[in-house]
């Protein structure tokens, strides 16, 4: 597995200083921060997301919540810091303490230069939705950042410059989910053509490096007609993708915005085993406000790899894998304190793998589908329920599963 790096350490330190910074600044100002905590329980029917002998449990979580949103000059500092803890009835080897901490700064100069930088790190359960030979029955913890920043450089009054940079990457303290461990790279460089504040117009250059570290895949044959287990070592992976990617946004009217992009390009292997891919690739979504109490908002997508596993609920982070997906989700205003939640996503993944000799298609189908609703007593005290549900429905009986949760939770946010 992938152990603590430098840029890691350094990542990690970033995220710190956003928080510190902004919450320093906030005292200079009205009320630029919160602070609060949070109590929910909740009723889980399938942990470890097996289609063979669920499990099931009572959760408590406990969270404590702080954020600061202060603009300084030109600039804005922004972080969202909640650490939490889980508790379970029956499971207490899955108690965990968690974590997740958002930041970022937006900046502008007098004359034509702009941008934004910003930090995501969490550590959490994982949800146990990826693709194991055996299904995981111990503790699984994950840890997840993304750093990335866009540079903005305004040639004419219609037309900028951008250039963009990312960082993510992925860990499990299970060796069992090291294949899904990942560090990924990208960078970006386009321009962009605004002829009004309602219409926008991209094209870009993109460079994605994608890295998976050595780990032993476990399997079994058949030897006298009796499964036998068996461990095979995999080498590291690095894929490298060029995309060229067409981007627009329209404000259709003040109740309807269309965000779009196309991308053609490549994926190659540059060191290990795996496919090749070429193809177009993309994503639209819609954002629809049809009457003052509705917001709908809707998406599909398509794209391999890493790149699905970002958009699509419950899909894997495997590099080979093609995935064609949906999402839609509604909030209705109900009455002035409460409000209505709701959504389903569907995703369809297919995955080719092998060598000329034999090869394995394997189809995976994952749905997941949530009800809600809340009432906002005050600006800072919530309280709500929620019902939702997840399948996996696999050409590999083993990977399929059915899972639901529902319970209830109280939050005081304090201004």
């Known amino acids: 597995m992938f152990k603590p790096t430098a840029q890691r350490r350094l990542l990690l330190a970033a995220a710190c200083t956003l928080a510190w910074g902004g919450a320093t600044s906030a005292l200079a100002e009205s009320n630029p921060y919160y602070y609060g905590g949070s109590l929910g329980i909740n009723r889980v029917s399938n942990i470890y997301r097996s289609v063979y002998s669920p499990n099931d449990d009572t959760v408590a979580t406990a969270s404590l919540l702080a954020g600061v949103n202060q603009p300084i000059g030109r600039q804005r500092v922004y972080a969202d810091v909640n650490?939490?803890?889980?508790?379970?009835?029956?499971?207490?080897?899955?108690?965990?303490?968690?974590?997740?901490?958002?930041?970022?700064?937006?900046?502008?100069?007098?004359?034509?230069?702009?941008?934004?930088?910003?930090?995501?790190?969490?550590?959490?359960?994982?949800?146990?939705?990826?693709?194991?030979?055996?299904?995981?029955?111990k503790k699984n913890v994950e840890n997840n950042t993304n750093l990335n920043g866009v540079v903005r450089v305004?040639?004419?009054?219609?037309?900028?410059?951008?250039?963009?940079?990312?960082?993510?990457?992925?860990?499990?303290?299970?060796?069992?989910?090291?294949?899904?461990?990942?560090?990924?790279?990208?960078?970006?460089?386009g321009l962009v053509y605004q002829p009004s504040p309602d219409l926008r117009f991209g094209v870009a250059g993109r460079v994605t490096n994608d890295k998976y570290p050595a780990y032993?895949?476990?399997?079994?044959?058949?030897?006298?007609?009796?499964?036998?287990?068996?461990?095979?070592?995999?080498?590291?992976r690095e894929f490298e993708r060029k995309?060229?990617?067409?981007?627009?946004?329209w404000v259709a009217s003040g109740a309807s915005t269309l965000d779009g992009r196309i991308s053609t390009g490549r994926s190659k292997i540059k060191q290990g085993v795996g496919n090749d891919f070429s193809g177009v690739t993309g994503r639209v979504t819609w954002?629809?406000?049809?009457?003052?109490?509705?917001?709908?908002?809707?998406?599909?997508?398509?794209?391999?790899?890493?790149?699905?596993?970002?958009?699509?609920?419950?899909?894997?982070?495997?590099?080979?894998?093609?995935?064609?997906?949906?999402?839609?989700?509604?909030n209705y205003e109900l009455t002035g304190k409460v409000f209505l939640t709701g959504g389903l996503s569907?995703?369809?993944?297919?995955?080719?793998?092998?060598?000329?000799?034999?090869?394995?298609?394997?189809?995976?189908?994952?749905?997941s589908f949530n009800l809600g609703a809340r009432w906002q007593y005050s600006r800072g005290i919530t309280m709500g329920c929620q019902f939702n549900k997840s399948s996996r429905n696999?050409?590999?009986?083993?990977?399929?599963f059915d899972a639901n949760s529902y319970g209830c939770y109280g939050q005081i946010l304090m201004y």
């Open 346 to 367: 569907t995703s369809n993944s297919r995955r080719i793998y092998g060598g000329s000799t034999v090869r394995s298609d394997e189809t995976d189908r994952d749905n």
């Open 83 to 137: 650490v939490n803890t889980n508790r379970y009835s029956k499971n207490t080897d899955l108690n965990n303490v968690g974590y997740s901490v958002k930041g970022g700064l937006d900046w502008s100069t007098i004359e034509r230069f702009s941008g934004n930088i910003n930090i995501d790190n969490s550590q959490a359960l994982s949800t146990y939705t990826e693709r194991t030979a055996e299904a995981l029955r």
């Open 243 to 249: 995309d060229i990617d067409f981007t627009t946004r």
């Open 287 to 330: 954002a629809w406000q049809p009457t003052a109490k509705w917001n709908v908002s809707s998406s599909i997508s398509r794209d391999t790899g890493l790149e699905s596993s970002f958009t699509n609920a419950n899909t894997s982070s495997e590099q080979d894998r093609i995935t064609n997906g949906l999402q839609v989700n509604a």
């Open 154 to 189: 305004g040639l004419v009054t219609k037309y900028s410059l951008e250039a963009g940079a990312g960082y993510r990457t992925r860990s499990f303290s299970a060796d069992e989910y090291a294949q899904f461990e990942f560090d990924q790279n990208r960078y970006s460089l």
């Open 216 to 236: 032993t895949r476990t399997g079994f044959i058949l030897v006298n007609g009796v499964p036998q287990k068996i461990t095979v070592p995999v080498a590291a």
């Open 394 to 400: 696999s050409s590999q009986e083993i990977y399929s």
